[in-house]
């Protein structure tokens, strides 16, 4: 059955949607298309802070066609709805999902998902999440992080390579080592699955209710 299978993933440009991606592939799923919303006055990944073009250049480097929706809070569901339509039109049978144990937020996706007529997957559920963000590395990905919650990460994590010693850090600091509950955010910018590594520069921290967010931009030329 997989391999008939079509599959759109959702991509937010961070480490376990790309562990997704790869775990699918090397499933023998078939992904056809990447699916991203983005917020629309910003331009931006929503909580990742990473730029809608810097997106596109992973798209690119993945070599899978993006699919890009720009929203608004009000505006979300009405353009998840939207896209999940979209994907039926082109004959999508399956949308793939990186959640890892959060309940809510995987029942809030797969409820529309397959009201829209449309398979759920989740390559990574109910894993352990440090042996999960240790597969990640473990496959030859590399990621920074371009977000923090204030309240429980450290500021001097803001900006760095996620590492086995990062993880460590998570781990001694009492945080979900993935991330799971927004304790931090990363974007992917080499792997296996990219046909060359995304050159990107950081800039300004932008502190914005209770976290902070590194201003990540892609290389001119890029």
Known sequence: MQKTEQCALSFSGGKDSTLA???AL???LQV???VTMFD??????????????????????????LLAYPTRPETFEAVFLQALGELRQREMTTLIFGNIHLVDVRAWYEERTRAAGLFHREPLWGEPPDMLVREFL????AAVLTCIEEAYADPNWLGTSLTEELIQAFEQAGIDPCGERGEYH????????????LAFR?????????????????QPGQ
């Open 138 to 141: 473990a496959r030859g990905y």
């Open 26 to 28: 090397r499933q023998g």
């Open 40 to 65: 629309e006055a910003s331009q931006r990944v929503r909580f990742h802070g990473v730029p809608i073009t810097l997106i596109q250049a992973q798209a690119r480097a993945l070599g899978i066609p």
């Open 21 to 23: 991606l790869d775990r």
């Open 32 to 34: 056809k298309a990447l």
């Open 186 to 197: 990363t974007f992917v910018h080499a792997g296996p699955l990219f046909s060359s590594p």
């Open 202 to 218: 950081l800039g300004e921290r932008i502190s914005q209710s209770g976290f902070q967010l590194l201003d990540i931009q892609p």
